[in-house]
């Protein structure tokens, strides 16, 4: 089976003619087929439209949230929903053409556990073409996987990686780089990109600035979620170096019969000193958290399986 997953934020002007174009596939895909739409608290009348789509429809599922949830937590809804062995996801603004689902499908039957499009002519405002490519390049630079595009919406996923995604806020974007670092293959696929018809983005010049941060949490995810002693330790424990350096240079000042008490480096010094200790028993104690969790999941898995006999 195969499961189309479209999430939907105000799209009512297009979920029709969406709609439509999808239809024209679905003989195309040589499988069963399921399409479940994700309705993120839209406040038009693009709910309203889904149901009556699903009405009408019966390999068609609808789910709302009742406030705008956000991208991310509508794939991961959409991904625990899906029945299918694969899932394709792509948005409902027709940027991206429904009828290139067969071409992006057998990429993945090939092997692929994640087949992202490439938006490579892309139709879009040339300040989001430019924030786009110093995005991807970033990424490419701190993680070494060479991505055109991660933020296209256009995917086709295994059964085994979307369920495995556990997503939140901008974490979507980063979705081919969590799938490489779970061991998935990852691989590209260009596709036809269009000006947007119906409505407008929901995406502006302010996601630059809900880019960043989500960028560093990867960065500490991808590189040291599972040994957090290794950024804590060298950072706090350098911290903590100056500072006592500090001091043991105020100590012999001291000895040598200088005053320093009313020095602003003696303050100085004693806060590089505790924030430093601070930093480094925080990296301890995560350290310490992921050893006992590790263990008790070894531990779990270590039981033999138990069969019963006919």
């Not at 029709?16 to 009348?45: H, M, Q, W, Y």
Request: glycine fraction near 8%; proline fraction near 3%.
């Amino acid at each position: 089976m195969v499961s189309i997953v479209v999430p939907v934020f105000n799209e009512e002007e297009s979920i029709g003619a969406f709609f439509t174009e999808l239809k024209k596939v679905f003989p195309k895909i040589n499988d069963t087929f399921e399409t479940i739409f994700i309705d993120d608290g839209s406040t038009d009348r693009s709910l309203d439209l889904l149901k009556n789509i699903s009405e009408t429809h019966k390999n068609v599922r609808v789910f709302s949230f009742r406030r705008n949830m956000g991208k991310s937590e509508a794939l991961t809804l959409g991904f625990a929903k899906a029945q299918g062995d694969y899932i394709v996801t792509l948005d409902a603004d027709l940027q991206d053409k429904p009828s290139e689902i067969p071409s992006l499908l057998k990429k993945a039957k090939e092997g692929a556990g994640l087949v992202c499009g490439w938006r490579k002519k892309r139709k879009d405002k040339k300040k989001m073409l430019a924030i786009s490519r110093i995005f991807n390049k970033t990424m490419n630079t701190i993680f070494s996987l060479d991505i055109h595009d991660y933020n296209c919406g256009f995917k086709v996923y295994t059964k085994d990686l979307a369920k495995s995604l556990r997503l939140y806020g901008g974490l979507h974007r980063f979705i081919p780089l969590i799938a490489a670092q779970n061991g998935f293959s990852v691989v590209e696929e260009e596709v036809v990109h269009e000006q947007r018809k119906f409505g407008k983005s929901k995406y502006g010049f302010s996601k630059v600035f809900k880019d960043i941060p989500d960028m560093f949490t990867m960065l500490f995810l991808v590189k040291y979620g599972k040994r957090p002693m290794h950024f804590f330790g060298i950072f706090g424990g350098g911290i903590g170096l100056v500072g006592f350096i500090i001091l043991v240079y105020l100590t012999v000042l001291r000895f040598l019969g200088y005053a320093i008490g009313g020095r602003p480096l003696l303050l100085f010094g004693i806060l590089l000193f505790i924030t430093g200790l601070q930093i480094f028993f925080t990296g301890f104690l995560a350290d310490l958290f992921i050893n006992i969790s590790q263990n008790r999941l070894d531990s779990k898995q270590s039981f033999p399986l138990k069969f019963s006999s006919e």
